[in-house]
Nanobody, 125 residues
Framework: QVQLVESGGGSVQAGGSLRLSCVAS?????????MAWFRQAPGKEREGVAS????????IHADSVRGRFTISQGNAKNAVFLQMNNLKPEDTAMYYC?????????????????WGQGTQVTVSS
């Protein structure tokens, strides 16, 4: 099993920045080939925001956040971050960290086996 713990959420005004952190523990070998951030706003589906290949550090960002959000990895493979700049009210959501070995797409919710509890991000206009 893999445990994921997110931190760093909060409330900011539009245009502000936040940095989310996620730390994986447990049996991470072979279970954290990719780590990703997803978000879910009330009444909406959970959507992929960004993912990172923890071996090669290649990244993918959703169109809606590209140029504003950046996923990165710490020196240790079990920590990933999401730097969020120029936040907009539509970025308001619960943000979740995920880990797994996606085969069909790294921003697909169904491809990940392990999830954190989430951290709330609220952006006011």
């Amino acid at each position: 099993q893999v445990q994921l713990v997110e931190s760093g959420g909060g409330s900011v005004q539009a245009g502000g920045s936040l940095r989310l952190s996620c730390v994986a523990s447990g049996y991470t070998t072979n279970n954290t080939e990719y780590m990703a951030w997803f978000r879910q706003a009330p009444g909406k589906e959970r959507e992929g925001v960004a993912s990172i290949d923890t071996t090669y550090r290649s990244t993918i960002h959703a169109d809606s956040v590209r140029g504003r959000f950046t996923i990165s990895q710490g020196n240790a493979k079990n920590a990933v971050f999401l730097q969020m700049n120029n936040l907009k009210p539509e970025d308001t959501a619960m943000y979740y960290c995920a880990a797994g070995r996606p085969q069909r797409g790294t921003l697909l919710r169904s491809e990940y086996n392990y999830w954190g509890q989430g951290t709330q991000v609220t952006v006011s206009s």
